[in-house]
């Protein structure tokens, strides 16, 4: 599988359909999330702890993935993640309404498995579009 390939089945298959047994096959152990220069060790079960967190928020969620751009090891993909609102989020109470967030995610590919993450999601937007939020 190409490293583009290997991203999108990780984001629309195994998150997609909370196949977090199979995160082992996608993420590497070392795998680490990074933040501007900062970098945090994850591996598999950071990514799985993640990963149950979102789905405790929005547990139908699903992604995916409207462009990829691949550069070296380097995934660039632009993705809709959409859910139904039914955990409670920085402090926001569960509403029951589907939110669609955009973002991109960066991901770097090595031996098959992803060992860095990095991105940003519009969440903000979304929030402030479903008046979940508002201006100060």
């Given at each position: 599988?190409?490293?583009k390939?290997i991203?999108k089945d990780?984001?629309?298959?195994?998150?997609?359909e909370?196949?977090?047994?199979?995160l082992s096959?996608?993420i590497?152990?070392?795998?680490?999330?990074?933040?501007g220069?900062?970098?945090t060790?994850?591996?598999?079960?950071g990514?799985?702890?993640?990963?149950i967190?979102?789905?405790?928020?929005?547990p139908?969620y699903?992604?995916k993935?409207l462009?990829?751009?691949?550069?070296y090891?380097?995934?660039?993909?632009e993705y809709i993640m959409?859910?139904?609102?039914k955990?409670?989020f920085?402090?926001?109470t569960?509403?029951n309404k589907?939110l669609?967030?955009t973002g991109?995610d960066?991901?770097?590919?090595?031996s098959g498995?992803?060992t860095?993450?990095?991105?940003?999601?519009n969440?903000?937007?979304?929030f402030?579009?479903?008046?979940?939020?508002?201006p100060?």
């Open positions: 599988m190409d490293n390939k991203v990780f984001y629309e298959v195994i998150v997609s909370n196949m977090l047994d199979k096959e996608y590497s152990e070392d795998c680490v999330f990074r933040i220069e900062k970098t060790f994850v591996g598999v079960d990514m799985r702890q993640h990963l967190a979102l789905k405790k928020t929005y139908d699903t992604m993935i462009r990829q751009y691949e550069e090891d380097y995934v660039i993909s959409r859910g139904t609102h955990g409670e920085v402090g926001i569960p509403t589907i669609e967030i991109i960066i991901d770097k590919v090595t498995k992803i860095e993450h990095s991105g940003a999601a969440t903000f937007e979304t402030l579009e479903h008046h979940l939020i508002r100060v």
